[in-house]
């Protein structure tokens, strides 16, 4: 079984501010890793992807994120954020890329002026 | 870009209706899921199908059936509706794995069901 552990149920941080969101998994197979994001009153939009390869993924709107698998974590971060970014963040694990995923219980960001 | 559509953005149905929750995607995806999500407790998994006529048990299935007679819909049906199936259901897609390299999953809008 898998299970995927978001320690943050809501993250408030002034703009411009870096922000981490920690996401922790456990799971007995080799696992894929993604951050999805939900906006308002929207459903949910891949952010980025860990399939295999580097450790430290990129999205194209200034996101990354670095698996670990010694300490099984996929952390998502951003060295400033905007007040675009507010958003709820979701965390899922999947035994391959198209397969049905397990998520955590989100995380939901809120960026001050 | 790939396109999930779920047919409504809000549902208000009565206790004891059978309810139908639709899902079209238009990128030839053999993969189909329902999820519900609730606060707190992030995204559930109730049914996913994996081809035509085929349908699996998500971690949260009971009071609820799916249906997948052709390759671009998977409906969702509440057979008989109860409040504690008030939620959003997001429907998803992808493609099996190996077929492509963008296989991860995209997803509908939503459907907001209320159940009085």
């Known amino acids: 079984a898998q299970s995927v552990t978001q320690l943050d149920s809501q993250v408030p941080v002034f703009e411009e501010a870096p922000v981490e969101l920690r996401c922790n998994y456990s799971?007995?197979?080799?696992?894929?890793l993604f951050w999805y994001v939900q906006y308002p009153n929207q459903g949910l939009q891949l952010l980025l992807k860990y399939l295999s390869g580097s450790t430290l993924v990129e999205s194209i709107n200034g996101f990354e994120a670095e698996f670990n698998k010694s300490q099984t974590s996929f952390h998502l971060r951003k060295p400033s954020v905007h007040i675009s970014d507010t958003a709820e963040y979701f965390c899922a694990v999947g035994k391959s890329s198209g397969d049905k995923l397990t998520f955590g219980t989100g995380t939901r960001l809120a960026v001050r002026p | 870009d790939v396109k999930v559509t779920q047919s409504s953005r809000y549902l208000v149905k009565r206790t004891g209706e059978k309810v139908f929750l639709e899902c079209v995607q238009d990128?030839?995806?053999?993969?189909m899921f329902w999820y519900r999500q609730d606060p707190g407790l992030g995204l559930r998994l109730i049914y996913f199908?994996?081809?035509?006529?085929?349908?699996e048990k998500g971690d949260i299935p009971e009071g609820y059936s799916v249906s997948r007679e052709k390759k671009e819909r998977f409906s969702l049906i509440l057979e008989s509706a109860s409040t504690n199936q008030t939620s959003m259901y997001l429907c998803?897609?992808?493609?099996?794995?190996?077929?492509?390299?963008?296989?991860?999953?995209?997803f509908g809008q939503g459907t907001r069901l209320t159940v009085v």
């Open positions: 199908s994996y081809d035509v006529k085929m349908k």
């Open positions: 990128m030839d995806h053999e993969n």
């Open positions: 998803a897609s992808s493609l099996r794995t190996g077929r492509g390299v963008n296989t991860e999953a995209f």
């Open positions: 799971s007995s197979v080799s696992v894929y």
